[in-house]
């Protein structure tokens, strides 16, 4: 089973950095998609960013594009997302998944992390 965990969220102010971080277990990862997703209140959950776990190739939310970039360290099983010049809409609960396709839809993730709050404060 693939087991996800994410870490760094925190409060900052508008145009900071954050640097989030999503462990696995190790499991699965050599043909799966790991995507990030966010959720503000009220809203539904959001594609962010995805990252290929066998190859380089990434895909970026238009709302984010130019500002985050998602990376992965393959030995230490970990995929990060930098956060740059962060805004107030940016404001919401952050989560990694697991996929086995290269999709935008959360339903194509079968395996999710708890979530990180990040805060963007004007």
């Known amino acids: 089973q693939v087991q996800l965990e994410e870490s760094g969220g925190g409060s900052v102010q508008i145009g900071d950095s954050l640097t989030l971080s999503c462990s696995t277990n190790g499991r699965h990862l050599s043909s799966s998609v790991i995507a990030w997703f966010r959720q503000a209140p009220g809203k539904e959950r959001e594609f962010v960013a995805l990252?290929?776990?066998?190859?380089?190739?990434?895909l970026y939310a238009d709302s984010v594009k130019g500002r985050f970039i998602v990376s992965k360290d393959k030995p230490d099983n970990i995929v990060y997302l930098q956060m740059n010049n962060l805004k107030v809409e940016d404001t919401a609960a952050y989560y990694c998944?697991?996929?086995?396709?290269?999709?935008?839809?959360?339903?194509?993730?079968?395996?999710w992390g708890q979530g990180t709050q990040v805060t963007v404060a004007s």
């Open positions: 998944a697991r996929g086995s396709r290269y999709s935008t839809s959360r339903l194509e993730y079968d395996y």
């Open positions: 990252i290929r776990w066998s190859r380089d190739s990434t």
